[in-house]
């Protein structure tokens, strides 16, 4: 028994090595099962950081200014004071454009992006209580706009989506924090006092403008188009610290002396911007 299988064994490498058979494994009848052959790379459809680690991404945007808080001023002793200022915004516009490094063989990228916001003031309302004798008021209405200028550093992570229906050629899912600055210029106009509920004939205005400090965190999805285009919608959260922005201006609309009260100073600004555009990968 012994001889016969070291005789077989001697022919099937006899048989092995002249090529009158494939393989080993077909003489012996044995089959490979194919989850032992070497796996291929799923394709995407789309570019991957390797080929494509670059791209530039330009979005519109509806853009969200939250409430903004004034602290506090006392008066003085002049004959008004204020309390409780808040300052809101209708819905505003905006637009970015992106530049991003996708780091190959990694789940990492890198990128900046820089921006415009607009949102019209559509309130302000603040109580001036008694203090020192002055007599109890308040302002209300006002108009103006809020222009933001943000530059963002975003790094983060990202992951890509199957293809399939509607968008055949995948996409990506990507998020991360935020850091970096923003120029903010505010200006409130137009508004009303009143003392003791009789509305005064004067008008008041405050604003400036800052450079101030911006973070926040974003997330985006992006479907691909095409191999290097891709729809990208996503949202960016951002809050600034606080800010001064000048002297509350108060002028008589019926002539008379103008007069200047403290300035007004804001806690944190939170704005909230809403993507939509096209990135293309090279």
Known sequence: ???????????VGLAASTGSAQSVHELLGMNVPAAQAPPTPADTGHASAEEAPFYIAWTVNPVIAGTINTKPVAN??????????KIRFALGVGTDITFGWRIPDTYFFLQVSAGFTWNDVSEFSADAPPENGA??????????DLYQIPIIF?????????????????GLIRFGPSIGTVYQDLSVNNITQTINGVVREQQASFGADNWLLAYGGYVDLEFFLS???????????????????GDLQVVPTQGGQAFV?????????YTTIVKCGLSFYF
């Open 1 to 11: 028994m012994k001889t016969m299988t070291l005789c077989g064994a001697l022919a």
């Open 76 to 85: 003085n002793g002049s004959t008004l004071a204020l309390s409780g200022g």
């Open 135 to 144: 007599f109890p008021g308040q302002l209300f209405g006002g108009s103006g």
């Open 154 to 170: 975003t790094p983060g992570f990202e992951f890509e989506l199957p293809g399939g229906w509607p968008f055949m050629h995948g």
């Open 227 to 245: 191999h290097n285009i891709s729809l990208v919608m996503g949202c960016q959260f951002m809050a600034t610290n606080g800010a001064d922005y």
């Open 261 to 269: 009260e403290d300035n007004v100073s804001t806690n944190s600004t």
